[in-house]
């Protein structure tokens, strides 16, 4: 690790070509995007150096990237328990990658993106271009597939809610295994596949 990491935020994950109206706030680049037909914010964040306690045993970095879903707010209701009001706010994709204390993220990768032909050739071969790959296709995979809507609506009955909230939950945690799996696949099972791939 660059003492420089510590005192310089950096990023990462680049900013997709995709991305509108870009801001720098104290979260880190925050932007707009489109998933299909649906508008959500996209926050990419500083990195961050860990002690190694907080990693998984043989994890030298990781890229989260997580889908904050709680987009319903200040609903109220009227005499007949129907949606009267509410407040609706954009999904929002939160991406961080965090590195071990004791690594230097320009350390060569060991394998998948990093150690392919083309990486090899174009000279992407470190620990930080691979991380940056899994911020990548995070970022495509939800831009170029449907995220799942959440959609209440006024005049709905209050009883109606619990039975599409669960229907959300269950299509939005399949999205999300789906999404990390190609992920990984793309990032981690390319080029010298990761030993875990066999088993994925």
């Keep these: 690790m660059d003492f420089l990491d510590l005192i310089i935020p950096r990023y990462t994950t680049p900013l997709p070509s995709f991305a509108r109206n870009l801001l720098i706030t104290s979260e880190g680049m925050d932007f707009m995007m489109t998933s299909g037909r649906t508008q959500i914010r996209a926050v990419i964040r500083p990195d961050r150096f860990d002690f190694p306690p907080y990693f998984d045993p043989g994890s030298d970095a990781e890229t989260g ?38 690594i230097d993220p320009e350390i060569q990768s060991s394998y998948g993106r990093g150690t392919t032909r083309r990486d090899r050739q174009a000279g992407n071969t470190t620990l930080r271009f691979h991380e940056s790959q899994h911020g990548v296709m995070c970022l495509n995979y939800i831009h170029r ?44 099972c390319s080029g010298r596949a990761a030993s875990f791939c066999r088993a994925h």
Excluded: W
């Design 65 to 102: 990237c997580e889908i904050d879903t709680d987009v319903y707010h200040n609903v109220t209701f009227d005499s007949r328990s129907r949606v009267l009001n509410f407040d609706r706010r954009e999904f929002v994709v939160h991406i961080r990658t965090r590195y071990k204390i004791t």
């Design 145 to 188: 597939n449907q995220i799942p809507d959440l959609v209440i609506r006024r005049g709905m009955p209050q009883g109606d809610i619990a039975g599409i909230v669960a229907d959300f939950g269950l299509r939005i945690n399949r999205y999300v295994s789906q999404m990390e799996t190609y992920h990984i696949n793309a990032v981690d």
